[in-house]
T-cell receptor, first 110, second 113 residues
Framework: DGGITQSPKYLFRKEGQNVTLSCEQN?????MYWYRQDPGQGLRLIYY???????QKGDIAEGYSVSREKKESFPLTVTSAQKNPTAFYLC?????????FGSGTRLTVV | DQQVKQNSPSLSVQEGRISILNCDYT??????FLWYKKYPAEGPTFLIS?????DKNEDGRFTVFLNKSAKHLSLHIVPSQPGDSAVYFC????????????FGQGTILTVHP
């Protein structure tokens, strides 16, 4: 059963700590994306990747980093430089305009 | 610069009536548009899409209309059901940016029994 798995579902982080959100897909999609959702602002693009070992900054990349060492995996690191990290994070993949989203990770900074 | 805008934060309709959700865009390079339904703490669920070569696409109770000259699209839900209550996002993409989607802010639809 193909899909995208994001883990964990809920994540708590202390201020000043880096944290990595996992995103794995078994759809054989080349393109993968990270979005952030804040109330009233829709989904904003953080980073995206078309192929392995290549990725591009989205609209709000500051304070985030990604890697794409495998086609199936696109982890997102929220660094201490991100000023407002508390949000709902969504990973997605696509092929020929067919998009699949994960179920999201709620990150809370405490 | 908000390239995709949903100017109505919320919409309330009676069960059985029509729900019309609107979306405007500014980027003339967008050539494919999608509507998603989303519940809190879940990923968006795809509803319906439309290519810029069409002006209408229908799937069951859902119809999307595209007016390219006005850079406007709308989602019609007929008849509306209480289970349709959710946040609806429109999204757009062009063929030159690795398929990345640009989303509107979302509209909260509430369908009353």
């Amino acid at each position: 059963d193909g899909g995208i798995t994001q883990s964990p579902k809920y994540l708590f982080r202390k201020e000043g700590q880096n944290v990595t959100l996992s995103c794995e897909q078994n759809l054989n999609h080349d393109a993968m994306y990270w979005y952030r959702q804040d109330p009233g602002q829709g989904l904003r693009l953080i980073y995206y990747s078309q192929i392995v070992n290549d990725f591009q900054k989205g609209d709000i990349a500051e304070g985030y980093s990604v890697s794409r060492e495998k086609k199936e995996s696109f982890p997102l690191t929220v660094t201490s430089a991100q000023k407002n990290p508390t949000a709902f994070y969504l990973c997605a993949s696509s092929h020929n305009y067919g998009y699949t989203f994960g179920s999201g990770t709620r990150l809370t900074v405490v | 610069d908000q390239q995709v805008k949903q100017n109505s934060p919320s919409l309330s309709v009676q069960e059985g009536r029509i729900s019309i959700l609107n979306c405007d865009y500014t980027n003339s390079m967008f050539d494919y548009f999608l509507w998603y339904k989303k519940y809190p703490a879940e990923g968006p669920t795809f509803l319906i899409s439309i290519s810029s070569i069409k002006d209408k696409n229908e799937d069951g109770r859902f119809t999307v209309f595209l007016n390219k000259s006005a850079k406007h699209l709308s989602l019609h839900i007929v008849p509306s059901q209480p289970g349709d209550s959710a946040v609806y996002f429109c999204a757009a993409t062009d063929g030159t940016s690795y398929g990345k989607l640009t989303f509107g802010q979302g509209t909260i639809l509430t369908v009353h029994p």
